[in-house]
């Protein structure tokens, strides 16, 4: 036993010398497959993210921020806000992505992250979003939610207007209904008193 034991151990140099022998993997040039389940960097679709901080409300680690970035859809992300994840604090738990409601963000497979200091691991969304907006469309969302908001302020005038010409309508009659019913009133206060004279 302790006789082959020493001839593997001379013969396991002479292998390595000779052959190309795989002792560890070729980090970072080769990775290993991750598991379907795996997560990783959180990915952010920035077209329909719509800005409403839930992500970072649930994070237990608070480690969820929002901020501006231009990129997303400013007809549902009028604030145009997104997170920014701090992942020197983050647990990879997935509750950011399971209270999404519009599921726009979910772990992804990527798990290289490192930088000189920890405000490099501090991660905003141009690094997240796996899907944004052109500037060029980001313009045209722009000029289109302008156009819905001008066409709501619009309406909302006229409803006023025509609620207002309502009132006024329905308040004449009642006026006008209101003199004779006081002459009345007058008419009967007037007739016991004279009664009562005789
Ligand atoms: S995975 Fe968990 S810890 Fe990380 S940002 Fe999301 S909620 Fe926070
Ligand atoms: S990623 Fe989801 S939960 Fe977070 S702000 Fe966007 S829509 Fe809301």
């Known amino acids: 036993m302790l006789k082959r034991k020493m001839i593997k151990n001379f013969t396991w140099p002479l292998k390595i010398a000779t052959r190309e022998i795989e002792v560890t993997r070729l980090y970072p040039e080769v990775m290993m497959e991750l598991p ?4 990783g960097i959180h990915e952010l679709d920035a077209t329909t993210c719509i800005g409403c901080g ?3 409300r649930v994070c237990p680690n608070s480690c969820i921020e929002m901020v501006n970035f231009k990129f997303g859809n400013p007809l549902k992300n009028k604030k145009m806000q997104f997170p920014q994840i701090d992942f020197g604090r983050c647990m990879f738990c997935g509750l950011c992505v399971d209270e999404c409601p519009v599921e726009c963000l979910k772990m992804g497979k990527k798990v290289i992250m490192a930088g000189w200091e920890r405000k490099d691991i501090i991660k905003g969304p141009d690094f997240l979003a796996t899907k944004r907006f052109s500037a060029k469309e980001v313009a045209d969302l722009e000029a289109e939610a302008k156009r819905i908001a001008a066409e709501k302020a619009a309406a909302k005038k006229t409803a006023a207007k025509e609620g207002a010409a309502k009132e006024g309508a329905a308040k004449k009659p ?11 009133a007058n008419g009967a206060e007037a007739k016991p008193k004279e009664g009562g004279a005789a």
């Open 174 to 184: 009642a006026k006008e209904g209101a003199a004779p019913a006081k002459k009345k």
């Open 54 to 56: 839930t992500c970072a």
């Open 36 to 39: 379907a389940v795996e997560r």
